[in-house]
């Protein structure tokens, strides 16, 4: 059974940093790409950042360009996305996502999903 789940959200000023975590089981970590996506009350879940399992490369969406990072221990079996500048439209509940084994790396093909951690950033 795969299980991914999520740490490291919180209250945050807006221009400060947070470290978000996915610590994953049930799963072929090394082989399987993974990603973040966040939502708000309402709307739908928005892709944020992925990263592959083959040679580390990453896909990002455009509004965090610069400011996020995405990165992954597969010794660990955790992804983390490191979260900087924060701006108050980052508010949202960040979800950790992974995609069938040996998939490409994309934005819309992720099959597992965790239960999400809040972040808030107060202006």
């Known amino acids: 059974q795969v299980q991914l789940v999520e740490s490291g959200g919180g209250l945050v000023q807006a221009g400060g940093s947070l470290r978000l975590s996915c610590a994953a089981s049930?799963?072929?970590?090394?082989?399987?790409?993974m990603a973040w996506f966040r939502q708000t009350p309402g709307k739908e879940r928005d892709f944020v950042a992925a990263i592959s399992w083959s040679d580390g490369s990453t896909l990002y969406a455009d509004s965090v360009k610069g400011r996020f990072t995405i990165s992954r221990d597969n010794a660990k079996g955790t992804v983390y996305l490191q979260v900087n500048s924060l701006k108050a439209e980052d508010t949202a509940v960040y979800y950790c996502a992974a995609a069938q084994r040996w998939t490409a790396l994309g934005r819309n093909t992720y099959k597992y999903w965790g239960q999400g951690t809040q972040v808030t950033v107060s202006s």
């Open positions: 049930g799963l072929a970590f090394s082989s399987t790409p």
